[in-house]
């Protein structure tokens, strides 16, 4: 019986993200249909050429931002508040780019000795601050040796399962492996 359980869940949280890598129209990425594209050199020359700020960590941070909320940076403007125009859509809070944001915020702010995150209501506030901040060396939660580990041990449980003949025992650990290798992805940047 638990078997059956554990294995609608699996499969519900495997056909959720198909799904959702199949359909190009999230609602947060809807409410950008409309924008003109504006290319790294017009979104600096048109928001921050007065500002003083270096250009390529301006368009730095405006691609990290739209990396991590999937939104095609060409969309996104500094006046776009992270509770409304970024915010995510219902389904996908537990799998956000946003809190990947966040923690970068986070770190930087650990690094250099501070408690409180200024207010950030938009990604001007969030490039001002990161900006004004300065650069850290990133650590770890952007190594790849523990998913890397993970992931190899899946593959072996898998491999070791499936020669016994277990089969379901084999298929969740190709489960793990397949989560694993999706959530490493995502904190390496590659999607």
């Known amino acids: 019986m638990y078997i059956v359980v554990i294995m609608c869940v699996i499969v519900g949280v495997l056909f959720y993200f198909i799904i959702r890598e199949l359909d190009g129209t999230i609602p947060r990425k809807r409410r950008f249909l409309d924008r003109a594209e504006l290319s790294p050199d017009e979104f600096y020359q048109q928001y921050y050429e007065s500002s ?27 006046t776009d508040r992270f509770s409304e125009e970024l915010k995510p ?15 970068e915020l986070d770190y930087i702010l650990r690094k250099k000795g501070l408690r409180q995150a200024p207010d950030i209501k938009n990604m001007d506030d969030y490039i001002r601050c990161i900006i004004a901040l300065g650069s850290v060396e990133p650590e770890s939660y952007q190594s790849t040796k523990g998913t890397f580990i993970t992931a190899a041990l899946a593959v072996l449980f898998f491999l070791i399962y499936l ?6 025992v084999a298929f969740i650990w190709l489960i793990i492996f397949i989560i694993v290798y999706y959530a490493s992805g995502k904190l390496r940047g590659a999607g």
Not at 63 to 78: K, S, T
Not at 89 to 103: K, P, R, T, Y
């Open 163 to 168: 020669l016994k003949g277990n089969l379901w």
């Open 52 to 78: 003083g700020l270096p250009k390529d960590k301006v368009i730095e941070i405006r691609n990290f931002i739209a990396h991590e909320i999937e939104i095609p940076a060409a969309l996104l403007r500094p």
């Open 89 to 103: 859509d219902a389904f996908s809070n537990f799998d956000d780019g946003l809190a990947v944001v966040e923690m």
